[in-house]
């Protein structure tokens, strides 16, 4: 009668024991989610100024183009 007691609560134990297991293995999931989320977030920050500052430089370029063509018909 002793038996099934010690067997129940073997089997409780393996039970808890994959259920920790689960958790952890979770718990690193997540950290390595928000690891990667946060790298993207930087490189998408990076890429953001990256586009920013060439789409600032193509504006200069073309309002330096426009002004030239401008000096240059009012010359003609």
């Known amino acids: ?5 010690v067997l129940r609560s073997l089997h409780l134990v393996q039970r808890y024991d994959a259920l920790a297991e689960k958790y952890a293995v979770t718990n ?3 950290d390595e989610m928000e690891k990667n989320r ?3 977030q ?3 920050r990076r ?3 990256k586009l ?3 789409a ?4 200069a370029q073309v309002a330096s183009l426009k002004a030239e063509l401008k000096a ?3 010359r003609s």
Do not use: F, I, N
Request: net charge positive; hydrophobic share 30%.
């Open 38 to 40: 946060d790298e993207w």
């Open 28 to 30: 690193r999931g997540l």
């Open 52 to 54: 920013r500052k060439r």
């Open 47 to 49: 890429m953001r100024d």
């Open 56 to 59: 600032e430089a193509a504006e």
């Open 72 to 74: 240059k018909g009012s």
């Open 1 to 5: 009668a002793h038996q099934p007691t």
């Open 42 to 44: 930087a490189w998408g």
